[in-house]
């Protein structure tokens, strides 16, 4: 790693902190002070005033909102994110267990959804020619209906008509085998898979038409290179250029937790933990989950801006 790359991850990593603290402080002032806040929650008169008064001791929140979050953050610096208001469990466990079912499913969506960028270059390869049409239709249409419509349309299909598909879930009880589990990851991983195919051949498309119209592009066949050559070495790389910084944010969009994905394809992972937590107002979670999805956005932007330097020399990192 080059000096300069390693001032540059040092100096964003410092960024990264400061702004980790000023999304946390907003989010715990904003749920402590919002209506229906856990002071308010705690206030059930269904709940014991002993028991109540119990409660609120062991979440500290008889003190003042500065004070916990200052303890809050205290706490969060050791991994200790509390428990769970519902089920009183801590809730680091709560998300290590979900945390493996968002990772299959956003790692084959996101595996799946590069395929996009060679479906891209063969569209520009084949510009103004039926194939091209085919996947331009394609992709409009895919752009036109919303992806977890068509996961529910297709779960529908699949519970009255086909049958191809489960209805949801990791895998059916009592059998849990490979075999199984692939099955029903299957759906949910192509449904989430479908942005990428659309959002990729539509990028790289245009950008491959614009970098194949450039003169080191010509000066390439000129010179007798093999057109193999000139298409990955001068023309996909300096396309996927602009999109290596789209890959990160796309990335931890999907391991944060897809909530309509999760949702709708009945998936136990961390978007529909957090869709939970709100309807339940477990606040710790809820607090866990905005700095964990927080801190993969800024690592995935991080690790973009690496990448970006890496597929394109001419990047200094000043």
């Not at 229906?36 to 709940?47: E, H, L, S, V």
């Not at 009183?88 to 998300?95: F, G, Q």
């Not at 529908?156 to 008509?161: G, R, V, Y």
């Not at 250029?241 to 961390?270: K, N, Q, R």
Request: proline content about 5%.
């Amino acid at each position: 790693m080059s000096s300069g790359l390693t001032r540059y991850v040092v100096r964003r990593a410092l960024q990264s902190v400061g702004l980790l603290l000023l999304i946390s402080l907003l989010a715990f002032s904003i749920m402590r002070l919002a209506p229906g806040g856990p002071a308010q929650f705690m206030d059930d008169p269904r709940i014991g005033a002993e028991y109540r008064e119990a409660l609120r001791e062991s979440y500290g929140l008889n003190d003042p909102v500065p004070i916990q979050y200052l303890k809050w953050l205290s706490n969060v610096v050791r991994l200790d994110f509390g428990v769970s208001f519902i089920d009183r469990r801590p809730v680091l466990d709560k998300i290590g267990e979900r945390f493996w079912a968002s990772f299959q499913l956003a790692g084959s969506s996101f595996v799946l959804g590069l395929l996009g960028i060679p479906l891209g270059v063969y569209a520009a390869l084949r510009r103004g020619r039926w194939q091209d049409q085919t996947i331009r239709v394609f992709t409009v249409f895919g752009n036109a209906v919303p992806h977890w419509w068509l996961g529910l349309m297709l779960l529908i299909l699949s519970a009255t008509t086909f049958r191809i598909f489960p209805l949801g879930g990791v895998y059916t009880i009592g059998d849990g085998s490979l075999s199984d589990r692939l099955w029903h990851l299957a759906l949910p991983a192509l449904i989430g898979a479908l942005g990428g195919w659309i959002g990729y051949s539509r990028y790289i498309r245009s950008e491959m038409l614009d970098v194949l119209g450039q003169d080191y592009v010509r000066t390439g066949h000129a010179k007798g290179l093999e057109p193999r050559d000139v298409l990955i070495r001068h023309g996909l790389r300096n396309a996927l250029i602009p999109l290596a910084t789209m890959l990160g944010g796309i990335f931890t969009l999907l391991l944060s937790g897809s909530v309509l994905f999760e949702t709708t394809f009945s998936w136990p992972g961390l978007g529909r933990m957090t869709v939970d937590a709100a309807f339940q107002r477990d606040y710790p979670v809820l607090m866990a989950m905005t700095v964990l999805s927080s801190t993969l956005a800024i690592m995935g932007n991080l690790l973009a801006d690496v990448a970006y330097g890496w597929i394109d020399p001419r990047v200094r990192y000043d």
